[in-house]
């Protein structure tokens, strides 16, 4: 509103400075048009020797005349003040501005072969007209000024208040309150706002919703293994024999080995929350990336009975996350240990066809049902009658990373006529333009030619 009025004001200010000088420079256009006339005049009618005193039509504005002949002779003179003489332009033809001791003075020399004849008028005189006519024109735009203010006060006072009524509805709001803003009567421009701001707090209250959920769930899932932790401690504690004893320790470190990855899971699954910043993508070789993890799991696969295998031959790029694609390759080569019967395989195809890198993590164990597939996403969702161990989170760190990764992921069989099916979860992501040749150099140098198999 200051602003406005602020604006206003100097515009205003502005209008009547150029509205006085419009006035003054007309007066004088006017006056020097008298000038001439009566310098005009006076020249051709010589009988006004006698009247020694010039006046216009106008009432208050006195022409001041000065005549002279052809030999320089004064021989008319009516009010026309003493004029230097050491101004040289008195005596040239056309109009100039004079000091003399009565002021400054507008002066018209028209010169003929008969003499010359000068008119003069004070500035001072034109001055006060312009004054005199500018001032009705003024006052009226002075007196609008304060009028247009408390206008413009008013309306946007008037305007500019379901702008401070949504300002107090949004302040009212909490993580306790997050229902919708009013939208009955908000004006047409700020609608958009107060939409956005009631999708914003839909978004927030799913997001509060979800970390709830999240948070029974984790609470619910850590009770059993804590429990049973603390269950094999005690009886660890009043074993009688070293074999009792000795079972029971290797109880207690199964226990402790299933909360350490539950907990790191609840931390993956934490870190890929959507609030969660992301960090810089770099290019990774994804055949790369699942070698070393199939790798780190030869072990386990050794321990369950299952060929476990990679058959990722050729570098295969994409933008990523190094750890988080490694965390994505251990979730589906874990999982697909946990439920492959002894005496199968597991095996981690990396390829890439055209502008899509492909994984696919393949076991023999017993597939999913189609009715359960879109279900083993959610977090800590687990099939009716499972007793594989597990706390149902790796397939949603899977999915939560693929999607970060701008990528897809499925479920399929292996092959419908066997029994049991098999599983295989295939995940595609787009794969860089070009592939880095200084970087693929170096893993060759560094790692030698990749292997078809981790057991090899």
């Given at each position: 509103m200051w602003w406005l009025v602020g604006g206003l004001a100097v515009g205003s200010l502005a209008v009547l400075a150029g509205t006085y000088l419009l006035t003054r420079h007309q007066v004088g256009r006017m006056f020097d048009d008298e000038l001439r006339q009566v310098a005009l005049a006076v020249h051709v009618?010589?009988?006004w020797m006698q009247t020694q005193r010039v006046r216009i039509a106008r009432p208050?504005?006195?022409l001041a005349v000065r005549a002279y002949d052809a030999k320089g002779r004064l021989?008319?003179?009516?009010?026309?003040?003493?004029l230097p003489a050491d101004a040289p332009q008195i005596f040239q033809e056309g109009l100039t501005n004079i000091d003399t001791a009565e002021g400054r003075w507008r002066l018209y020399t028209h010169v003929t072969p008969e003499g010359i004849v000068q008119v003069g008028q004070p500035l001072a005189a034109r001055?006060?007209?312009?004054r005199e006519l500018s001032v009705p024109v003024l006052m009226p735009m002075l007196l609008l000024i304060p009028l247009l203010a408390a206008l413009i006060g008013w309306a946007l006072s008037r305007g500019l208040a379901p702008l401070g009524e949504a300002s107090r509805s949004v302040s009212d709001r909490d993580v306790s309150r997050l229902d919708p803003l009013p939208t009955h009567g908000v004006p047409r421009e700020l609608a958009p706002l107060i939409q956005q701001i009631n999708a914003l707090l839909g978004r927030l209250a799913?997001?509060?919703d979800a970390q709830r959920r999240f948070l029974a769930d984790a609470a619910h899932e850590l009770r059993s293994p804590v429990s049973a932790i603390a269950l094999q401690a005690q009886l660890a504690?009043?074993?009688?024999t070293p074999a009792a004893r000795a079972a029971a320790l290797e109880e207690l470190r199964q226990g402790s080995e299933r909360v350490r990855r539950l907990v790191q899971q609840l931390l993956d699954f934490a870190r890929l929350e959507p609030g969660v910043?992301?960090?810089p993508f770099l290019p990774v070789d994804l055949a790369r990336v699942a070698r070393e993890v199939v790798g780190q799991h030869a072990a386990h696969a050794d321990e369950a009975g299952v060929d476990l295998g990679a058959e990722a031959p050729a570098p295969a790029f994409v933008s990523g996350i190094e750890a988080e694609l490694q965390s994505?390759?251990?979730n589906l080569v874990d999982n697909a240990l946990r439920y492959a019967p002894p005496g199968t395989a597991v095996t981690a195809f990396v390829s890439q066809v055209d502008e899509r890198v492909s994984l696919c993590v393949v076991d023999g164990g017993p597939g999913i049902p189609a009715a359960e597939r879109s279900r083993v996403f959610e977090r800590f969702h687990r099939l009716p009658g499972d007793e594989t161990p597990g706390s149902g989170l790796g397939l949603s760190i899977a999915k939560a990373i693929v999607e970060r990764h701008r990528g897809a992921i499925m479920l399929e069989d292996t092959n419908a006529e066997l029994d049991p099916p098999g599983l295989a979860v295939r995940v595609t992501l787009p794969a860089l333009p070009l592939r880095p040749p200084a970087y693929v150099a170096e893993r060759a140098r560094t790692e030698g030619p990749p292997l078809a198999r981790a057991d090899a």
């Open positions: 009618r010589e009988d208050g504005f006195e021989f008319f003179e009516t009010l026309l003040p003493t001055d006060a007209l312009a799913a997001s509060l504690q009043r074993a009688q910043p992301l960090g994505l390759v251990a």
